[in-house]
């Protein structure tokens, strides 16, 4: 591939690199504008809790105080999105401690901090629901009163005769893992500014994934249009669908700004993060799976009960995910999954990379595991046998016109064999084990209004530059790089010569948002086909002036040139400053919405609603201290199926990154509630994975030229975290016999299924 | 017209009048950035003297002084349009009172102010030269060492056979005229904030007419790409021509904030705008004028000098206007006009409303009633007799799409006959007077590039509303106003749906600017076809929404209905809502680059350059105190013709401040230099008009459906002021019986004409 194209398929520096690493670069807290007052959130103490009287007049005459505001300043709307079951401010009651009740705006951060602490809330505490089991009990407190058994949303997705499948399966097994709450934990907090402009539009500056949705949910929360609201997007510290959608403190900083007729900036604090931000949706997962002798896979059955959490945003969207995209991995014959989300008094969940995919193949990549060592097959064989290929349709009908599958299985495989230290060592206290697991994941999907395109917009510039303008948000992911290289390749000039411009909802093309591993997919095909537009224009235009069909005509290193008479040439720069604002008055602007050619689904979630579906595989070596309980991810061998990667340099970057992420979820973090109230709001309590911590990573880029991404390219962005937690636990239990069924696996669990008799002596 | 449209050719508020009433619209000095620094300039006391040296040293220490620059910092670039003759920062030498020496950017303006004072600049002073005829004398001292004998442009037009004519003429006049030195007085002082960008982009923020040629030419004198700057516009308090171009503080403030790294904003004083901004060009006209008995204008000679002070900018540009425009006000069957522009120690000249034509304008509209006058015949008879006609092609090769000259010169003439005062009244003190004066001028031109062209681009917003972006700025003349009347006229939706966009070079297509009176001409048309593509792409849509075909569609008051079945139909808005991300991916977006259907000039200036060209003709009366010298103008009737006025408020709104200024020019206004030093740089010395002195206005609007112009429509910026001044001149002869051929008409000047005997007694 390399020597066919230019631009793209060469590693390339992300082009705000420099930016970034000088600190320059200026993310949503380094903004300021004159007057800006400084909003805070006061939030309830208390999980679940009548509010009898809030009296803020304390707060209210404080000096540098501007504004203090309660629901009875808000608009009555409820928003969100499947479920629109939340207030801005709380109504009534409050529903999980983090709640918020109130918000102040003052001249500083400090004198809005002593504000809340002055704002007297009278609290009736009231019988609370933490676990989704005893939420559903009849009888069982309501988080909402219209929501009777607290369900917040139920799916029963069948393929296929399940029960007689399974009636004709050699072997049938059955068991129940768990996943855990965790936050995103992103560098940079969430944040926004709000400010109404003097011709009454309101001006929100926020480092969000999705601006427009942003600018449609803070529309609907305020009761405006959404065109009365423009969103602008600085740098983005890192996502991970943590800031695809709206917060509560967006519109509250609209609110307070309205009040103040000043812009108001909030920016959460890390401890708001942990509390009152949205974690990944937990999940108790039952799974029945059949399989025949040989190792095929016919049935599968799963039974979820998921944690919503107080507030449902897009809980439901990735009950749905869990309930279904593993059945996409392998060549299973029938199905059968219902799934319930429930709502307790616990912090809300929402999207977080792999959004619901990732839970459930912690669940199915285990079980894989556990059923062939079960039948005395090789995993890795299983696995093979059953992956899909290029050509299926797979159970839930997507259509896989590309798929790598089993070259990662065999990549990753062997890659992790290689080279592995000695299975014991140091006494038996140290044990070694490798373990693989697989996933698969869409490169965007057909969301609620059945699109999942992008929008582009280039420009040649006079002298030769070209400006991209996407919709879609760079959270750090490398997606302006990847739009520059694009543009480049396309149109034969250099990558400093394209310019990606920042997204600003008044400026920016539509673009859906940077999740659903659809940027470089769905964003990137978009800013492809704008660019060949723009070259045909370019082209015409080179023409006339070079007395030239444009059909002869070629551009490379932006320069334009007859392909049968090399000579003849001009530069872009040259044939820009011609034509624009010349009498040849070229455009040289394209604009181009793109869709991709997929159908969607039924009403029954049936059908192919991804432009393009990731496969991967992951070989981990870990070695388990049977003293401590301690496992050190030692090696990581991580086969990604990307179609083509663009910019390799940040397919391994995420590659790198999701590991990280991925054996942080399966060994350490974890948000601890104890009746509804967190544990560890903080980086020194909730732990991360550091670099101290790593393994050593080899990234193996599989290309399989996906026909629909641009230039054969799918997304990459989750899949990379999805098969981490079960390869560890597949590994774990190479190692030292024991299968762990609950995230995350710290030391005291390993120790303890390692040491069973001391769990009796525990008790 | 009125029952045909429903949103053109009616009265429309600016669709930012309430924001700018209640001082809520934000001018660039309401601007204001984190870490922002105020910029000063040092601008030299003498016309003409060598810089020995420069000492900063004490300004540099100043607390609070982060930089202080001179030439040595500044890229040595000489800029400018055709005469590219300026340093950022004078180097060695200066050339007029008011030159840039030095800046300094400090943390408030008093600091900036005081350090000012504090740099330490020896200077030699230098012969100068204050007059454009001694200016020519071999010898003299020069402005520009390369520039011999001080002459900055020389033209030499010719149509026919002009000795031929004058000898066949049965009457040959000769006359001269002189044109003073005025300033634009908008009422917002021009200014600048410069700030690069993280990414090393330059962020310009400055309320200029064009943004386009400013983003090129800051681009220019800093040496760097202009792709590389981004110019964005903030309200302008308005512009009159002055606001253009670019003057020496953008790249200077640009330089100060590269090398502080902070934003820097410079704001003219009152005192700057005075002496350091462009003043009108000021001109010495001969006029020989050859006509038949009958009143037939046969043939024209002029020979102009003109000042162009110690820099060009647009001067040269101007000087050619005024030496062709006014030929093709009359059937005239050969022209020669030979014009020269000095170089002076005085003030720059540049663009002020009427960009040359202004001042040919006084000096041809004299010159009729002084020939019909001393031929015995009614000037307003000679005017009608000669006057071009619709279908003419000029002797400049102007071809005349539409032209209400005619109906003008009757409108006014009658309205301002009917109802006029007694002549003579207060025992012959107070002598009353009417005179008529005619004009010509352009709507658009085809400048230096052979473009005169704009871009406009329209997208519809998920809720109905449409964003209307165009590179034209509005200073203030309601162009903002015109885009979204001709976008919801063209679209069939209510005015307040279009959302007109600020101009921001990054984000605008591309636009010459509000200039030469081509705002609603080009910019509109633009917006117009941008419009009208939009609606093509709307009702394909709403015909598959509604199973309809598009032809049988039509859009009113927001609502798309079926012609044939009115009660089928659906909202814009539900339409958008439908379409835009959903499957039906509409992109509803058109992007249009529009060069009006011209041909330009050839090499000798020859040739049909404007989209459309203006006439009009004003009727005035004046009181004339003979005892005091002091006129008063007391109506005018001003008729023009204005193709179709998109919004006749907005005209009328033109026509009085066109009045307003052309009588301020007229009667008042003069920039008084002694020794090339500006004795009167304020507004309490340079005296404008006020509402006191307003006369009574009738406003005609003669509308002749223009074939070019977006619903027949042709400029009205400038007309309004061009025949002021003669109308003036021509109505005290007729009060008072004395010929004005200096302006302004100053009440001295009046009584010594109207009492030669104490002139001489003054002597």
């Known amino acids: 591939m390399q020597t066919k194209h230019s631009a793209v398929g060469r590693d390339a520096d992300f082009i705000d ?31 679940h809790a009548r509010i009898k009287g809030i009296d803020i007049s304390r707060a209210a005459s404080l000096a540098g105080v501007k504004a203090v505001i309660t629901s009875a300043d808000c608009p009555g709307i409820r928003f969100g999105l499947d479920n629109p079951d939340v207030y801005m401010l709380a109504v009534d009651k409050v529903r999980y401690a983090g709640d918020e009740v109130a918000a102040v705006a003052a001249v500083s951060e400090e004198a809005a901090e002593e504000a809340l602490s002055l704002i007297d809330v009278e609290y009736e505490p009231l019988p609370a629901v933490y676990h989704p089991a005893e939420a559903m009990v009849p009888g069982a407190p309501l988080v909402h009163e219209d929501k ?7 799916y029963e997705i069948v393929r296929g005769n399940v029960d007689e499948d399974f009636a004709s399966c050699d072997c049938v097994f059955e068991e129940e893992f768990g996943t855990s709450l965790v936050q995103p934990c992103y560098l940079e907090p969430f944040g926004v500014i709000a400010d109404w402009e003097p011709n009454g539009r309101l001006t929100i500056w926020t480092g969000i994934q999705s601006a427009f949705h942003a600018r449609a949910e803070i529309a609907k929360a305020l009761g405006i249009d959404p065109s009365s609201v423009t969103v602008k997007v600085p740098y983005i510290g890192g996502g991970f669908g943590g800031k695809i959608w709206i917060r509560n403190f ?15 900036k909030i920016v959460l604090s890390r401890e708001e993060e942990f509390i009152a931000s949205r974690a990944r949706v937990a999940a108790g997962i039952k799974l029945k799976l059949g399989m025949m002798r040989d190792g095929t896979m016919v049935c599968k059955e799963a039974e979820i009960i998921a944690d919503n959490g107080a507030y449902s945003w897009a809980a439901p969207k990735i009950l749905l995910n869990m309930s279904m995209r593993t059945d996409c991995l392998y060549r299973f014959r029938s199905s059968r999954t219902v799934s319930r989300l429930v709502y307790t008094n616990h912090v809300p969940t929402s999207g977080f990379r792999g959004y619901g995919n990732a839970q459930m193949h912690f669940a199915l990549e285990s079980m894989v595991d556990i059923c062939a060592r079960k039948m005395g097959l090789d995993p890795v064989e299983v696995r093979l046998k059953n992956a899909v290929r ?13 798929c790598g599958l089993s070259e990662c299985i065999d990549k990753a495989a062997a890659a992790i064999k290689e080279g592995r230290l000695p299975g014991e060592e140091a006494g038996g206290r140290i044990r070694r084990g490798v373990g693989v697991a697989c996933m698969t994941h869409v490169s965007g999907n057909r969301g609620g209004d059945n699109f999942d395109g992008s929008s582009a917009m280039v420009r040649f510039q ?28 396309a149109l034969g000039i250099p990558l400093s010569d394209v310019i990606v411009m920042p997204v600003d909802t008044d400026v920016s093309p539509f673009g859906y948002g940077s999740y ?17 537009q723009v070259r045909d224009q370019l082209l015409k235009l080179a023409g006339k002036l070079m007395n030239e069909s444009p059909d002869r005509l070629e551009i490379r290193d932006g320069v334009i040139f007859d392909r049968l008479d090399p000579g003849r040439r001009m530069t872009v720069a040259e044939a820009c400053r011609a034509g624009i604002r010349t009498r040849q008055a070229a455009e040289l602007t394209a604009y181009v919405t793109y869709d991709p050619p997929t159908e969607g689904t039924d009403s029954d979630y049936y059908g192919d609603y991804s432009s393009a579906y990731n496969y991967g595989a992951h070989g981990v070596e870990v070695e388990v201290d049977t003293e401590t309980g301690q496992v050190r991810v030692l090696r990581v061998a991580a086969a990604h199926d990307v179609g083509f990667a663009i910019n390799p340099k940040g397919v391994r970057g995420q590659i790198s990154g999701g590991v990280a ?28 994975m550091t670099i101290k911590d790593m393994p050593s990573i080899k990234p193996i880029i599989v290309e399989t030229d996906d026909p629909v991404g641009p230039y054969g390219a799918k997304g990459v962005g989750e899949p990379t975290l999805i098969p981490v937690p079960p390869a560890i636990a597949n590994a774990i239990e190479d190692a030292v016999g024991v299968r762990l069924r609950d995230l995350p696996f710290t030391p005291e669990k390993i120790f303890r299924a390692v040491n069973p008799q001391l769990k009796e002596a525990g008790k």
């Not at 009777?148 to 949303?153: E, L």
């Not at 006079?462 to 390749?489: H, N, P, W």
């Not at 659903?516 to 060949?532: D, F």
């Open 17 to 47: 690199a420099a930016e970034k690493v000088t600190g320059r670069a200026r993310y949503l807290d380094d903004l300021s504008f004159p007057g800006m007052l400084h909003g805070k959130i006061l939030r309830s103490p208390y999980p």
């Open 148 to 154: 009777p058994g607290n369900i917040a949303k139920i």
């Open 250 to 264: 967006h519109p509250i900083a609209a609110v307070l700004a309205r009040k103040t007729g000043r812009p108001v």
């Open 390 to 402: 290029s050509g299926d349709t797979t159970l839930h009908g997507w259509k896989l016109r590309s």
């Open 462 to 489: 006079e002298d030769g530059r070209l400006l991209v303008y996407s919709g879609e948000s760079d959270m750090g992911q490398g997606a302006r790089t990847v739009f520059a290289q694009i543009a480049a390749e």
């Open 516 to 532: 659903s591993s659809r940027v470089t997919t769905v964003g990137g095909k978009a800013v492809l086909l704008a660019a060949r």
């Open 661 to 688: 992420q991925g054996t942080g979820w399966a060994l350490c973090e974890n948000l601890v509630l104890k009746e509804g109230v967190l544990q560890n709001p903080s980086l020194s309590s909730y732990i991360l």
